[in-house]
């Protein structure tokens, strides 16, 4: 298999993924949004595909989701969405990939860049949509769409992620290698 037709391959289970898991927290607005299911297959595909892909499959996952299942809203949310995501996809992917030793630190950064990145850019976008409206978004609406109502989903990210990164290369599916001696006893 070529290498083009795995990274494809890889990006729509990733899509699928995307479309699936949050038809697991569907039930309850509130998980769905403190688990953020979405958010695991994007930053997944940047890490594991690479920063073009992630951008992609962040950009096109909130849209494709709500014509095909009618959530999230279309308008400010999977728009506003779609943006973020491709932030994640892309930010994850690109600081993981440029870093100079794939290992459980470089992951942490990245993760973490990404997610600051992203939920930036969410911000400004909903508050460029919802000023087209004449609407208000406040500082305080930002700092709870971004960050409060999201620790759950951000901790989750931040534990399950690396995880699977870590049984991944046990597998060999991902390769970590280090400088030192100590970050490879962190892996």
């Given at each position: 298999?070529?290498?083009?037709?795995?990274?494809?391959?890889?990006?729509?289970?990733?899509?699928?993924?995307?479309?699936?898991?949050?038809?697991?927290?569907?039930?309850?607005?509130?998980?769905?949004?403190?688990?953020?299911?979405?958010?695991?297959?994007?930053?997944?595909?940047?890490?594991?595909?690479?920063?073009?892909y992630g951008?992609?499959?962040?950009?096109?996952?909130?849209?494709?989701?709500?014509?095909?299942?009618?959530?999230?809203?279309?308008?400010?949310t999977a728009?506003?969405?779609?943006?973020?995501?491709?932030?994640?996809?892309?930010?994850?992917?690109?600081?993981?990939k440029n870093?100079?030793?794939?290992?459980?630190?470089?992951?942490?950064?990245?993760?973490?860049?990404?997610?600051?990145?992203?939920?930036?850019?969410?911000?400004?976008?909903?508050?460029?949509?919802?000023?087209?409206?004449?609407?208000?978004?406040?500082?305080?609406?930002?700092?709870?769409?971004?960050?409060?109502?999201?620790?759950?989903?951000?901790?989750?990210?931040?534990?399950?992620?690396?995880?699977?990164?870590?049984?991944?290369?046990?597998?060999?599916?991902?390769?970590?290698?280090?400088?030192?001696?100590?970050?490879?006893?962190?892996?």
């Amino acid at each position: 298999m070529s290498e083009k037709t795995k990274k494809l391959t890889l990006s729509a289970l990733f899509i699928a993924l995307g479309l699936v898991l949050p038809l697991l927290t569907g039930q309850l607005k509130s998980l769905g949004n403190a688990f953020l299911p979405m958010h695991l297959p994007v930053l997944l595909c940047g890490l594991i595909v690479g920063p073009l892909y992630g951008l992609l499959v962040g950009l096109i996952l909130p849209i494709l989701r709500h014509f095909t299942f009618g959530m999230p809203p279309l308008y400010p949310t999977a728009i506003a969405m779609s943006f973020e995501l491709a932030t994640y996809g892309y930010i994850v992917g690109f600081v993981y990939k440029n870093s100079r030793w794939k290992c459980i630190i470089a992951l942490y950064e990245s993760l973490i860049i990404a997610m600051i990145a992203g939920r930036i850019v969410w911000g400004i976008t909903t508050m460029i949509l919802l000023g087209i409206n004449g609407q208000a978004f406040t500082w305080q609406m930002f700092i709870a769409g971004a960050f409060l109502n999201a620790i759950p989903g951000i901790v989750f990210q931040l534990i399950f992620i690396p995880s699977l990164m870590l049984a991944l290369h046990k597998t060999g599916l991902v390769q970590f290698h280090c400088n030192s001696n100590r970050v490879k006893e962190t892996l």
